[in-house]
């Protein structure tokens, strides 16, 4: 066994690199969190310095600290990010390429973007590549990769030091195993973290899969962990739905996000709180699901098997919500990205609990081939649940890129659970997006007749949720699709759309929109759910928060702000003149900084957030 060559500075490690590798640097990094941000950022310097030095950077999911535009944003997140991100090194490649100062001899290539991060710079779009998240490895191979680094978690053990790929089994599970048996030449970097979580199981490696490590508390930092995203009644009205189709017995994929969330805590409900989960139904649900749902308890509980090992899966699991195991796991999952309290829960957990969440390879967790046979019969009744920005009225959906080409983020691996809800005989793909957003003051509908990018083409449609209901796609005519997203989509939006199909010929022009059809509005969502928000069962935060008392009660004010339309702001603005603050107004701006303006520009902020502040308050 050969040891790793230890470095303390990171400069020097990189020196090492280059003096291993040549002036020809080819850069594999783990996406989200697993990325050793110190032995990237000296090669940076490195070839930021030298032009002779040509770095190419291949991986997904820089995550950032946010830059919000807007004043308001920036006071409110400012603080949070100071609490947050303290320590967090940010990636010099990154701030680079958002600024548009990329030297020409460093190229970075990503297949995932953090969500809406790199829309307005060119040199991301240009250099983004397609590809499904099991398809990743292979193209940092095909691009020649000499270099692949990992942040990891450190154990020492009756002499014996042992390390974590943790957060990141994905691709790197692969790489290092072709490397010992398939001779691959590629040097292994490793950082040690101490924040990381010490994950067992394909996670734990020998110290001799690496070339070179990087430990020093020098270098050691808090892992990036983004504060969790509200969930707003919009967002629950389409959990409750999605809760109905997860049969008991069977396996779960889950997203990241308020969406997400929702379904956690709407399966957490239906188990542990049933009456409260029944009474939402019966309030909620006016329209009797077009397939089978269930609303009882778990009796045998669920399996995971999700891409991402997203936050609400521990909830799941200590509510009892996912407890059938499968080769000893609860759940298998190939990367995690998450909040402090959930890499601390992770850290401080029971050996016995945390052996039973396994990370694996992404080509284990996201496909049926290898092993096959083993994982037909675990992934049984599996309800692969993913969120859309848009879908067609045909059911086509967009997930990833706008028309024209800019992308929002990335396929990840969307397309390979909806391949496997058609390859696995009771599986369904569950495709979740809010019915419409909101810009400036404008609505659109989400669900539109035609789109220039889809993610997953209509021949694949299967199930559809929205806030306002189940939409079943899988083997309709185009004719009953048609239907059926009608019956999802936002009221405001329902005649537009059936006119548009009815002047293509794909349904009969005698078809009339059911009059309960109408009552797909946002007031109806309000109407239905308020309750359930009042008494608690639906949280702006289900699984905790790192927001203060404050900043929640900021939290509405704000997200009223950001859709607003000019008109909207001004009225609001008029609305805070004739209002009075009240201490908890004044609580509010002094934490926004705007209880005792100063400026022309800091007096109309104050008013216009105490108008939102009010409006909010009394909806």
Known sequence: MKEPTFFADPDRLAEAIIAQVGETIVLGLPLGIGKPNHVANALYARAAADRSINLRIFTALTLEKPHPSRDLERRFIGPVSDRLFVGYPELSYGLAQRAGRLPPNIEVNEFFFLAGSRLHSPSAQQSYISANYTHALRYVLDRGANVFGQLVAKRVRDGETRYSLSSNTDLSVELLALRRTAGLKILTVAQVNSDMPFMGGDADVAADDFDFVLDSSATDFPLFAPPREPVELTEYAAGVHTALLVPDGGTLQLGIGALGDAVAQALVLRHRHNAVFDDIVARHVT??????????????????????????????????VVRREVDGALLHAGFFVGSRAFYRALREMPASELDKLQMKAIAFVNELYGGEDDKRRARVKARFINTAMMTTLLG???????????????????????????????????????????????????????????????????????????????????????????????????????????????IEASFALPPNWRNNTPQQVAKTLGPARAAGHLPLFPFGTDFTEIEQRLIPALQRLRAASPIEIATLGLRGLRTSPDPDTQVCLKRMELDQPKHIADHISALVLRGALDQTRSA
Request: with cysteine; hydrophobic share 40%; glycine share 8%.
């Open 287 to 320: 329209r009797e699901p077009p397939i089978a749902h269930e609303r009882a308890p778990f009796a045998t509980g669920l399996y995971g098997c999700s891409e991402m090992f997203v936050e609400g899966f521990i909830n799941l699991m200590r509510t009892g």
């Open 396 to 506: 086509a959906v967009v997930s990833d890129t706008l028309a024209g080409g800019k992308v929002v983020s990335g396929v990840g691996g969307q397309y390979n659970f909806v391949a496997q809800a058609f390859a696995l005989p009771d599986a369904r793909s569950i495709i979740i997006l809010r019915s419409t957003r909101t810009v400036a003051g404008r609505t659109s509908s989400n669900i539109v007749w035609e789109y220039d990018e889809t993610t997953i083409p209509r021949h694949l449609r299967d199930i559809v949720v929205t806030e306002y209901g189940v939409a079943d796609l899988r083997g309709k005519t185009d004719r009953d699709t048609i239907a059926a997203m009608l019956s999802v989509t936002d009221a405001r939006f329902q005649d537009e759309l059936l006119a548009r199909a009815k002047a293509a010929g794909k």
